[in-house]
């Protein structure tokens, strides 16, 4: 009798959301291994089934395993779920390439826009693995790590520009507490992904500075107006923008303690300077890598998006918390588009 093989994930790598995804994998009833750089990561997770570096309070299930060795990780792997900081992305997947398989999906979780060329996380795997376009998917929405850790619900859209293989992922990762939807929309989850870290930068200023959520309100409005114009300009559609990996991630990242470019912003509308604001908030903050390109993709676009502009000024030290609130006040009036 034909046995049926339950789905196998490799996920690279063992932080925050490369765990919770891991561990909503294996819910889910898919066997994950999860590639670790550093051995007593992945020896905890072996021997106490937890992940004593960023989650030592939560238990992984029995079905999840870890290595740091990257061939055995991807041995018969029907994915490759890659979790790490955009901007290591190609030099960590050059080395891992020659051991993904020839008819692997490679679904990324990363929110972040490559700061030498432009390129979105999606489009760096392409490049680098030589893997076409409709193998590789993006999974992001409204997903902070530790709610969705200690089980509570949450959504977000799994996107590849082949739906089967959308559908294929959709089915190993849904679980009681997680809902993926599928899109063919691919640029349209990844911009939303991405820019929403920069958006969620002001809107930490803007609360790190006293400002109210009035304040607060505008920014996360107009610059949901602002990350539209650049993905429909770059072929995604509007209604992308509008779902789970648009307004669904920028409302839970700009309001949410939790999330690390909020604080990041915070710190800064505090007056701390970026040295101290990346001491105080650890781990990987994308939006402060990112807003320099997404810059340079907007200008590429012929895109006008002031808040990005704003913050792309503040991190490059070019001007002060007070003219950056003046830059974006004082623009001449327009009707709301
Ligand atoms: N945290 C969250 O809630 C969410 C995060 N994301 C996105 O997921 C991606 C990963 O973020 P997150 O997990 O939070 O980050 P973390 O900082 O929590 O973890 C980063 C992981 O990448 C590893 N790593 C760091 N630098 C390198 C490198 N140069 N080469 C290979 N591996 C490296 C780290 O290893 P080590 O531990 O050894 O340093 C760690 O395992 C980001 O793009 C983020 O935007 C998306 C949705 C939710
Ligand atoms: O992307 C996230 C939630 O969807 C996590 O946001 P931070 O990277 O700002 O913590």
Redesign the pocket.
């Known amino acids: 009798m034909l046995q049926h093989r339950s789905a196998r994930a490799a996920v ?9 995804v891991a561990k909503i994998m294996a819910d889910a009833g898919t066997d994950v291994i999860v590639h ?3 051995a007593e ?1 992945a020896d905890a997770i072996n021997t106490t089934r937890r992940n004593v ?2 989650f030592p309070d939560v238990d992984l299930p029995e079905t999840l395993t870890a290595t740091t060795d990257p061939a055995a990780a991807l041995e018969n792997e029907d994915f490759l779920v890659l ?6 992305l190609r ?2 997947l050059a080395a891992w390439a020659p051991h993904i398989g020839r008819d692997t999906i490679i679904v990324s ?4 826009i490559e700061r030498e060329t432009g390129l979105r ?1 999606s489009e760096v795997i392409t490049e680098v693995t030589g893997i076409p376009a409709h193998r590789v998917a993006v999974l ?2 409204p ?4 709610e ?1 850790m200690a089980g509570q619900p949450a959504a977000a859209t799994v996107a590849c520009s082949d739906e089967a293989a959308a559908i294929r992922i959709q089915r190993a990762c849904h679980t009681s507490y997680f809902r993926p939807y599928t899109s063919t929309d691919v640029t349209g989850c990844e911009l939303g ?2 820019v929403k ?1 920069v958006i969620a930068l002001a809107v930490g200023i803007a609360a790190g500075m006293g400002l109210g959520h009035n304040a607060q309100a505008m920014l996360v409005t107009r610059g949901l107006a602002e990350t539209t114009r650049l993905a429909v300009a770059m072929g995604a559609r509007p209604g992308t923008l509008a779902g789970l990996a648009g307004l669904g ?1 920028l409302v839970a990242t700009c309001s949410s303690p ?3 470019n909020r604080t990041f912003g915070t710190h800064l509308g505090m007056g701390l300077s970026i040295e101290e604001a990346t001491r105080a908030t ?3 903050t ?1 939006g402060v890598k990112s807003a320099q390109a997404t810059r340079g993709l907007a200008h590429a676009y012929g895109i006008d998006m002031p808040i990005t502009d704003v913050v792309t000024d503040l991190l490059n030290g070019k001007i002060t918390l007070a003219q950056a609130t003046a830059a974006l006040m004082q623009r001449p009036p327009k009707p709301e588009r």
């Open positions: 690279f790598s063992a932080g925050s959301w490369g765990t919770a670790a750089r550093r990561i570096g960023y979790s790490i900081p955009a901007q290591s030099e960590s979780l990363m929110k972040g996380a992001s929405g997903n902070l790590a530790r969705i992904g991405a870290n991630d939790l999330s690390r650890r781990q990987t994308e």
